[in-house]
């Protein structure tokens, strides 16, 4: 699932400075966590791996919290540690789901959410960890939950990822979704047309591997539901007038 390394040399003269580095090559693996975790589609974490953590969850906090400066203040060491914790809860929550133990599930997405604060909430690890925490909520039928997640998740998203990486627009798509769910038709439409401008633009820049097919499969199921917005506001304005 995730496969990154962090790795810096910090000498004790220049902690400020490397400090520094560290914290740029951390966000650079979160970023790298992001794509891996959540290019796939609606919810990443109830896709079986057929891994299993080594690390309870239990384990992984009382590892994580004797940790409590921030990346800039860390060893190497520390941060491959604070990434293993986070990578702990996210096992533990996709083996939940997988059991139907949704609270707990929800309990262990919270818990990876907080452990992500140690990359920044600018970084892909806390972008993705919102994503997740987002798409159990839809799950759940927790929509007011889940809209403010996806929100803050899109904004750093076009940052890490790209505006027209197919994680972004995932999220754009769960948005609008989640509005449609809520019978906001109309700010659902705004998104699935967001949503298909970006597929357009990626279409053109990536042509090569898997890309093109990953993207009219999203595309298809953008315009099905933009298409059942449409009808609804239809409806609505012909019920208005």
């Known amino acids: 699932m995730l496969r990154a390394v962090v790795s810096a040399v910090r000498p004790r003269a220049t902690a400020a400075a490397s400090g520094l580095l560290l914290r740029r090559r951390a966000l650079a693996t979160a970023s790298s966590a992001s794509a891996l975790a959540a290019a796939a589609g609606s919810w990443a974490l109830?896709?079986?791996?057929?891994?299993s953590e080594q690390e309870t969850a239990a384990e992984a906090r009382a590892g994580y919290l004797k940790k409590a400066e921030y990346l800039r203040d860390n060893t190497p060491e520390e941060n491959m540690e604070a990434l293993r914790a986070w990578k702990a809860y996210i096992q533990v929550a996709r083996e939940q789901f997988s059991r139907k133990e949704y609270d707990?599930?929800?309990?262990?997405?919270?818990?990876?959410?907080?452990?992500?604060?140690?990359?920044?909430?600018?970084?892909?690890?806390?972008?993705?960890?919102?994503?997740?925490?987002?798409?159990?909520?839809?799950?759940?039928?927790?929509?007011?939950?889940?809209?403010?997640?996806?929100?803050?998740?899109?904004?750093?998203?076009?940052?890490?990822?790209?505006?027209?990486?197919?994680?972004?627009?995932?999220?754009?798509?769960?948005?609008?979704?989640?509005?449609?769910?809520?019978?906001?038709?109309?700010?659902?439409?705004v998104h699935y047309?967001?949503?298909?401008?970006?597929?357009?633009?990626?279409?053109?820049?990536?042509?090569?591997?898997?890309?093109?097919?990953?993207?009219?499969?999203?595309?298809?199921?953008?315009?099905?539901?933009?298409?059942?917005?449409?009808?609804?506001?239809?409806?609505?304005?012909?019920?208005?007038?």
Do not use: W
Request: charged share 25%; with cysteine.
């Open 46 to 51: 109830c896709e079986p791996t057929g891994a």
């Open 104 to 189: 707990l599930a929800e309990g262990s997405l919270k818990a990876a959410l907080e452990a992500a604060k140690v990359f920044g909430r600018d970084s892909g690890a806390y972008a993705t960890s919102m994503l997740n925490l987002a798409q159990l909520y839809r799950r759940r039928s927790k929509l007011p939950e889940a809209v403010p997640l996806l929100e803050s998740a899109i904004f750093v998203l076009e940052s890490t990822a790209g505006p027209n990486n197919q994680v972004t627009v995932t999220a754009i798509y769960d948005l609008a979704l989640t509005l449609s769910e809520q019978g906001k038709a109309a700010e659902a439409k």
């Open 193 to 241: 047309d967001d949503a298909l401008r970006r597929l357009e633009e990626a279409a053109v820049r990536q042509k090569y591997g898997d890309a093109p097919a990953a993207l009219l499969s999203v595309r298809a199921s953008v315009l099905l539901h933009a298409a059942q917005a449409e009808q609804q506001l239809g409806e609505l304005g012909a019920a208005e007038a």
